[in-house]
């Protein structure tokens, strides 16, 4: 099992950027995929982005945030970060980490981004 605490999230201007951060607990860190989703108020829950376990060398990004958010992992520090760039007001949303593993999957508590115009 895994747990997960996200942070960075806050208040930006749209154009702005934030950078948030996933904290996970536990040895196994490097075998989990991971991903960050959105869900904004009255909409269903979104992936942003996923990258693979181990290395990271396989990434996957929502049409909407591709060209304009980065995940990257860091095994040896258990955390995953999303970089938002070219932030805007539509990425307004509470963005969760969750990690998946051997078909459980587990989630953090969420981080609120709100991007103002």
């Known amino acids: 099992q895994v747990q997960l605490v996200e942070s960075g999230g806050g208040l930006v201007q749209a154009g702005g950027s934030l950078r948030l951060s996933c904290a996970a607990s536990?040895?196994?860190?490097?075998?989990?995929?991971m991903t960050w989703y959105r869900q904004a108020p009255g909409k269903q829950r979104e992936l942003v982005a996923s990258?693979?376990?181990?290395?990271?060398?396989?990434?996957n990004y929502a049409a909407s945030v591709k060209g304009r958010f980065t995940i990257s992992r860091d095994n040896a520090q258990n955390t995953v970060a999303l970089q938002m760039n070219g932030l805007k007001p539509e990425d307004t949303a509470v963005y969760y980490c969750?990690?998946?593993?051997?078909?459980?999957?587990?989630w953090g508590q969420g981080t609120q981004v709100t991007v103002s115009s």
């Open positions: 969750s990690a998946y593993l051997s078909g459980n999957s587990y």
């Open positions: 536990g040895s196994t860190f490097s075998m989990y995929g």
């Open positions: 990258i693979s376990p181990g290395s990271g060398r396989n990434t």
